[in-house]
């Protein structure tokens, strides 16, 4: 049996999870998400929890069933308490700004780089350069967030560019002098 698959999903109260048409669908304080999922994988609700199973034992079937377990386990977080990722900006003279649905970023690059902050996904800028991206999805936040690291990648030199919060650049020296 799948490791990750067997373990039970546990729904907090305010949580409203539902079944229909191959489409599993979960409601919360924060919004509403929906998913297909594969017909051979089952879902048994019970008192404060929900069991994933399986119909057969394929190899395909096995990487489903732990599959689908997380997604619906990350939808239940994501509409009860929300993900967020932090991105600081790091360099002299680069600044974020929001400016209504579009972030706007001075990277040191000639001209300013506008992004559109797509639905769904909040941004928040404070002056000390960190980014902070947040929803209810995570597959959303977390390729938002890799949009905006991808701008200005971290440099090894100087440590100049966009990186996330708990993310360590390892430094290397310069070029030396030769004598």
Wanted: glycine share 12%; charged share 25%.
């Amino acid at each position: 049996m799948s490791r990750i698959g067997k373990i039970p999903v546990k729904v907090p109260g305010g949580v409203k999870v539902s079944f229909q048409n191959d489409e599993m669908i979960v409601e919360g304080p924060k919004g509403k998400l929906t998913q297909k999922y594969h017909p051979v994988i089952t879902f048994e609700s019970r008192t404060g929890e929900i069991v994933v199973s399986r119909q057969s034992e394929e190899k395909q079937v096995k990487a489903f069933h732990g599959l689908y377990r997380n997604l619906l386990n990350n939808m239940i977080i994501g509409v009860s308490a929300g993900f967020s990722k932090t991105l600081v900006v790091t360099g002299v003279g680069y600044r974020t700004e929001i400016q209504g649905k579009l972030l706007s970023m001075s990277l040191g690059y000639s001209n300013d780089i506008y992004v559109a902050i797509p639905d769904g996904i909040t941004v928040t800028s404070d002056p000390g350069g960190k980014l902070t991206v947040s929803g209810i999805n995570k597959q959303q936040v977390g390729e938002f967030a890799a949009q905006i690291r991808k701008l200005r990648s971290p440099e090894p030199y100087k440590g100049k560019g966009i990186r996330y919060d708990n993310e360590i650049i390892r430094r290397k020296v310069g070029k030396s002098g030769v004598k």
